[in-house]
Every structure is written in structure tokens, then in C-alpha cells.
């Protein structure tokens, strides 16, 4: 099958990999340029819909910043180096590092936009299975661990995340999230804001219960502040009313869930009035909201990073779902839903580390003692584990597609602490903040240089849709792609020399395990293939998926080759119950109230009495950015200062804190000066900073983010905090001081 034929006219259709709205574009190409860019309305998704960051896709393909070549570092310098002698250096760091420290001594971090890419949401798993490394750090742990760990207990699978059906519920309540800055996320949805409207015209509603009155609240039906950290105690008190008026139905799932009497034992104390003072809700809004909830038609409760990202991430998190069981919104149209991707990913196999039994604090690190959970330790104990001597200080880090310099909470003592390594090896297309401490920086392809074919954020898509799009630019003879890169670098880390690597060998050796584990036979299928790869691969997911052909099996079933025939995209449906389906517990039910979760009540209780001494700051998204990326791109970050510190008018006016003056921010991890903005969005007593900025380091070669640095809110982050229930960091609730910096 040749997938890399341009179409006619030479307009190119493609999936912008940036997010989960997953957006078609239209690409009209001269020669080696976009010339013209627009949304394909008749995308089978997306519709026409597109944020302004996959406008300017053609412009980040054309970044001279953007690294096209390895770099080695030599001294303070860098120099390119070809892909032949960049590989040798990663030989001998991580050789050297093998030899002297032992395999304990290397460890990797994996970055956010590793999902989004092609090749390396493929391929992350072989570079872990290659590498054996013991410890591997994730921006997990800064985003959405706690969902992960809420869905393992309650459902059996850490990555079968339950998404909202937004394009038919009548009710959506949306906790911590900001679909439009974020465009969705554990949620894939186009055009979220246009779902809003559209539940408002067939006689619905749509409330956001935020510290922030945000572009979603605007446009929502109803804002509902709350005081950050709390969300947990607000939800309890939505189960107690649920109980206490008799409005909890667990319809035809009653058969199938535990934890019903524990839930409302545990609600029974947190009633709206007793949790009315700490939330800053009122009581009678609480009792209401609950009583919507349960009337609706039907209602979807959604709660995204506010939730995660605190001090009750694990605990928000699952009471968010069990929300949704309680009035029998959950498994079934306009409620929470689980996704029926068409390419299976390689997230949703079960993962063998599980095969015998789920148990958490199999290991813990050196330094802080924190035990691991689903595998994954705080990202913040990275610094001390790199700066701390002794047996089993990380002496080698391989990043992949990260930037733990500015998103890793307590950033400063990670700046500080990536300099002492003997050894780093970043898999990036930018010499960024952290990137800038490698000693060999190997870059992957640009988006529009390699094909695309989303299937992990699927699992949590609002329809079976799937778009495949081929490359439109060829890349540079010669160059590798990323999950070469991935593979080479897994077996280096792995103990294996260069020599030893036979790339075609091991993914072969790769597919026929996956291909096995979806019940086909490698050995038939292998010789149908002409390449290797991801697209390889993609195929096989797409055959052995519920929609696929399954080689011959299921005539008329979906194939990659179907895709390419459809470059609009192919669409099976709405979502279908599958809860019964995946549900993979050891009691085969729904855990509603998992014990490691519900140890959790007491500390929420003392909450309730913990009185709050300062402002609390929380973070916040902007829609032309993302995370600490796409900063280098003049379109989207020309206009007025974004990076700036929003506090209410009551908090503002008894401090002196006067629209565009610089204040000083100081909490117990550190202090940054940044210009305020006064607005009332802030609810009184919280004050909030974008995440993802901070570009003023020497040694960056980001020249237009230079120019728009702004400050980096992780310095602000505690290391130390974390949701004890699944190691995620607490970046939302900080207490801090704020003062005019004069
Ligand atoms: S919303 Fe924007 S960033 Fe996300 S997929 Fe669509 S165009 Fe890309």
C-alpha cells in the first residue's frame, strides 16, 4: 500500500496532532510549502472545527529554531553532528554510565506530547521494555495520575478512562476543566464550546464548578466557585444529598457495583452545610446542584485537571464517577462513557506488571522514601534523586518530548540538579530549558513530516471515528524516525552495544508479541509487510480492533488501506455501553469505594476544619498555548502579556496590588515577580498563574520565546506535596504571599 502519494491538486488532508479535538485540516502545498491552510469541513470529526494553534502547524514545521539535525555537545558549545556519530555518543555516555554506576543509575522521564506523536505513543512501551530501567519518571504525575488510579481500583485498568457523551447528554457539570483553553482533555471532543450551545438549544444545561470564572464558565449556563483542594468534600456532600432525598438509582448496573453502604457512610457527615464554610459554596446551591443531577434526562459529571493536580486528586476523582453510578448516569447515552477506539492502543493491553494481583509501593525511591504507585514516583523527587550521592543516584536521564525544567513542580532544584548528570540524552525538536543540560540532543521528525493516526486519546473519544493522515513533506533521506530513535536508545540503556542492535529484528520481534496478544497469528501476517514501523503496527491495530477485517476474517472489515481511501476519516458511531465489557476487577464489579481511596475520608474531614491563612494560587491554560510549548511561535504569543497573576479586586485593593504592576510571589518552594492582573474571573481569596512559561535560561535557542519568557509558576510548587494517594503533584491550592515588588 503506498500511503505517502500526494493527493490531487495537491491539497493534503490532515489530523492536527496537537490535542484530543483532533482537528481535520486542509493543506493546499507548492513545492516544499504550505501555501494555504483551513479547516476540512468535511472532516468526518471535526467538521470544520480548528483552534488556532493547528493554523499555524506549516509555521512550526518552518521554525529555524527547530532542530533538524543531532546535536553533541562539546564543552559549552554545541555542534550537529550526523545521526551516525550522535548514536556512538549515546553509546558511550550511557556505556560508561552501565559500567561504572550499574543500571540503577539511569532512569528517563517522558513527556506529555509523547501521546500526540506517531511514533512514540507506539513505541514508549519498547524503549521500557528495551531498557528495563527501574525508575522512569512521566508527566503523569503532573497531570492525570490520580484518574489513572481512581480507573485501576474502580474498573480494573488505568488507561479505560470514562469520558462525558457531551453530544447527547442534557446536563454537564464540569469540575477543574477548561475545554476552552484546553479543547478537552481525557475527554476528545471537537469544539467543546459549540457542544455547550448546543445543550443549551435542545433544553439542557451546562454548570463549571471552578475558582475561576473561565472561557468555559462564560459560556456555560451557570459558574459555580469553589475554594481549590475541595472538590472532594463538595462531590461527598452532592452523595449525601443524593442519599439523604432518596435520589440515588442504580438502574440496571445495581448487579454490577460495590460500595453503595460505604459511600453513603462516608458521605453521611459531609453534609452541605458542614461543608458549605470550606468550599465556599452555599449550601442551598449545593443541595440544588445534586438535585439537577439527579432529574436530568440525562447528566454527565466531568472533573479534569483542577481535580487532579491537588491536594485530593485520587479522592475527587473517584467520587467524580461515582457521582455519575449514583443517578444512574454512567454507562449509557448522554451520561459517563468508556470509548470504542477503532485502532486499539497499546495503553489498553493489560499491563503484565499487574498479571498477579494490583499492589502499589513495590519499590520506593532513595531519598524521599515515597513508595511508587501504578509505577510511577513524584516527578519532584527527580531533583534529589539526581543530586543526592549515594547508591543509586541517577547518573544518566533520557527525556523523551519533555520539559521538566519548567513543568516539573519545585523547577528551580530540577535546574539546578540536571547539570551534575553524567550523561543526558534528549529525544527533542528544541534546545528548551531542560534540553539545554544534554549532552546529545537527537531531534524527531516535524507533524507534517511524519503520518499520524491518534489511537490512545481515542479511549476516551465521544465517537469511533479514526482519520489517517500520510506525511505531507518527505523526511530528510536518512534521518530516523523517532521510534528508531526510541528503539536504539531502549537497547543501549538495555546493555546492548550499537553493533548489537538489529533495529528490523527487534520490531519485528515487537509486532509479533502485539500481533499475539490480539489473537493473530505473526507468522501469517508478517510476510503481507513491505515495512516496518509504526504504520506497520497501525495496520495491525486497526485489523484486530472491533471495526478491522481481522486479515480476511470479518470481509468487509476496516483496514489502514480504508483509511487512505478516506482522507476525510471514517466514523462507526456514537458511543455503546461497555462497561460489562472491559470491567476487569478482581471482584469483577465496580469498586465505587476501594479502600485505598476511601483511607482517604478522615484526612479530607480535617480539612473541613483546616482554616486557609493566605491566598491560594492555581494554575491556568491559555488557548494558544500548550504547556511549555508553542511559545516560539510569534502568532501565538504576540499581543498582551499573558504571563501574568490575576487577583480579585478585594484581594488586590488591601494590598496595593494595581493592574500591571509587578508583585512579588513567594510561597515555601520560592518567589517570582509578575505582573498582576486585576479581574474579578478570581473568585476572592485565590489568585492564579499560567503553567508552561519561564524562557529566559541562557543556552535555549527559542528566539521568539526569549522575547516573551514570562515567569515559570513551578517555582512556586512545593516538591513535597503530592496527592499521597497516587504521587501527584499538588500545584493547584498553593498558599502564598503576594505584595507590590517595589
Ligand atoms: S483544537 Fe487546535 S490544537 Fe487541538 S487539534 Fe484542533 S486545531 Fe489542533
Redesign the pocket.
Known amino acids: 500500500m503506498d500511503t505517502t502519494t500526494p493527493a490531487a491538486r495537491d491539497v493534503r488532508y490532515r489530523t ?1 496532532p ?2 484530543e ?3 481535520g485540516l486542509e493543506l493546499e502545498i507548492e513545492g516544499d510549502r504550505v501555501v494555504r491552510l483551513r479547516p476540512d469541513d468535511a472532516d468526518v470529526w471535526s467538521k470544520g472545527y ?2 488556532p ?2 493554523a499555524i502547524l506549516p509555521q512550526l514545521h518552518a521554525d529555524p529554531d527547530r532542530l533538524r539535525a543531532p546535536l553533541i555537545r562539546d564543552g559549552e558549545a554545541w555542534r550537529e553532528a550526523t545521526w551516525d556519530e550522535a548514536f556512538r555518543r549515546c553509546a558511550e555516555l550511557l556505556g560508561g554510565v552501565l559500567a561504572r554506576h550499574g543500571k540503577t543509575a539511569i532512569s528517563a522521564y517522558i513527556g506529555n506530547p509523547t501521546a500526540h506523536n506517531f511514533s512514540l505513543a507506539r513505541y514508549v512501551g519498547l524503549f521500557m521494555g528495551l531498557s528495563q530501567l527501574p525508575v522512569i519518571y512521566s508527566a503523569g504525575t503532573v497531570d492525570q495520575w490520580p484518574k489513572n488510579v481512581s480507573c485501576m481500583l474502580m474498573y480494573g485498568h488505568m488507561w479505560w478512562i470514562p469520558t462525558p457523551d457531551v453530544q447527547r447528554t442534557q446536563y454537564w457539570m464540569i469540575l477543574g476543566g477548561n475545554p476552552q483553553a484546553s ?1 478537552g482533555s481525557l475527554l476528545a471532543c471537537p469544539d467543546l464550546l459549540g457542544e455547550i450551545d448546543r445543550i443549551r438549544a435542545r433544553g439542557g444545561k451546562t454548570v463549571v464548578v471552578d475558582p475561576r470564572r473561565t472561557g468555559t464558565a462564560d459560556r456555560a449556563d451557570e459558574w459555580v466557585a469553589i475554594v481549590p483542594g475541595t472538590d472532594a468534600a463538595f462531590l461527598l456532600a452532592i452523595c449525601n444529598v443524593l442519599f439523604a432525598e432518596s435520589l440515588v438509582r442504580l438502574g440496571d448496573l445495581a448487579d454490577v457495583v460495590n460500595g453503595v453502604d460505604e459511600i453513603r457512610a462516608a458521605a453521611s457527615d459531609f453534609t452541605p452545610e458542614r461543608v458549605a464554610a470550606t468550599c465556599r459554596i452555599p449550601a442551598d446551591t449545593i443541595r440544588r446542584l445534586a438535585r439537577e443531577i439527579a432529574a436530568a434526562p440525562s447528566a454527565a459529571v466531568y472533573g479534569r485537571i483542577g481535580l487532579c493536580n491537588q491536594e485530593f486528586g485520587t479522592l475527587a476523582s473517584a467520587l467524580v464517577d461515582v457521582v455519575n453510578f449514583l443517578t444512574g448516569n454512567f454507562d449509557r447515552p448522554g451520561g459517563l462513557m468508556f470509548g470504542k477506539p477503532i485502532a486499539w492502543s497499546v495503553n489498553s493491553l493489560p499491563n503484565p506488571e499487574f498479571a498477579s494481583g494490583l499492589e502499589f509501593g513495590r519499590w520506593k525511591t532513595r531519598v524521599r522514601g515515597a513508595a511508587e504507585i501504578l509505577g510511577q514516583a513524584p516527578l519532584s523527587c527527580m531533583a534529589e534523586e539526581i543530586a543526592t550521592p549515594g547508591e543509586g543516584q541517577i547518573k544518566a536521564l533520557i527525556t523523551i518530548a519533555g520539559n521538566p525544567a519548567i513543568s516539573a513542580p519545585d523547577a528551580g532544584r530540577l535546574d539546578e540538579a540536571l547539570p551534575q548528570l553524567e550523561c543526558m540524552i534528549s529525544v527533542d525538536n528544541y534546545l528548551n530549558e531542560t534540553t539545554r543540560h544534554a549532552h546529545v540532543i537527537l531531534p524527531g521528525l516535524s507533524p507534517l513530516e511524519q503520518p499520524h493516526f491518534d489511537d490512545l486519546i481515542t479511549m476516551w473519544a465521544v465517537r469511533s471515528a479514526g482519520n489517517y493522515s500520510a506525511p505531507v513533506f518527505p523526511p530528510v533521506p536518512g534521518r530516523p524516525a523517532e521510534w528508531e530513535i526510541l528503539l536504539k536508545l531502549g537497547a543501549l540503556a538495555g546493555g546492548m552495544t550499537l553493533e548489537q542492535i538489529d533495529v528490523g529484528a527487534i520490531d519485528d520481534g515487537y509486532f509479533a508479541a502485539l500481533a499475539m496478544a490480539q489473537g493473530v497469528d505473526a507468522a501469517t501476517i508478517l510476510p503481507l509487510y513491505e515495512g516496518r514501523g509504526p504504520e506497520r503496527l497501525l495496520d495491525l491495530q486497526i485489523r484486530s480492533g472491533p471495526f478491522g477485517d481481522r486479515y480476511g476474517e470479518r470481509p468487509g472489515g476496516l483496514t489502514l488501506q480504508s483509511f487512505v481511501d478516506a482522507p476525510h476519516g471514517i466514523d462507526m458511531g456514537p458511543l455503546v455501553p461497555r462497561l460489562r465489557e472491559l470491567l476487569a476487577t478482581p471482584s469483577g464489579k465496580v469498586e465505587l469505594a476501594h479502600g485505598h481511596v476511601m483511607a482517604d475520608v478522615p484526612r479530607l474531614r480535617a480539612r473541613l476544619d483546616r482554616p486557609v491563612q493566605r491566598l491560594l494560587l492555581v494554575s491556568r491554560r491559555h488557548l494558544r498555548s500548550n504547556n511549555s510549548w508553542m511559545h516560539n511561535l510569534e502568532p501565538l504569543v504576540r499581543g498582551r502579556d499573558r504571563c501574568t497573576l490575576l487577583v480579585h479586586p478585594d484581594d488586590a485593593r488591601p494590598r496595593s496590588l494595581a493592574d500591571g504592576a509587578l508583585a512579588r510571589v513567594t510561597s515555601e518552594a520560592g518567589t517570582i515577580l509578575v505582573p498582576v492582573r486585576v479581574s474579578d474571573e478570581m473568585m476572592p481569596g485565590v489568585v492564579s498563574l499560567p503553567h508552561g512559561w519561564g524562557h529566559d535560561k541562557d543556552g535555549i535557542r527559542l528566539g521568539v520565546a526569549r522575547r516573551h519568557a514570562g515567569v515559570n509558576s513551578n517555582i512556586l510548587s512545593p516538591g513535597r506535596l503530592v496527592d499521597p494517594l497516587s504521587n501527584n503533584a499538588v500545584v493547584n491550592g498553593i498558599e502564598v504571599e503576594v505584595a507590590p515588588a517595589g
Open positions: 492536527c496537537l490535542c479535538a483532533m482537528c480548528v483552534c494553534k493547528g479543547q
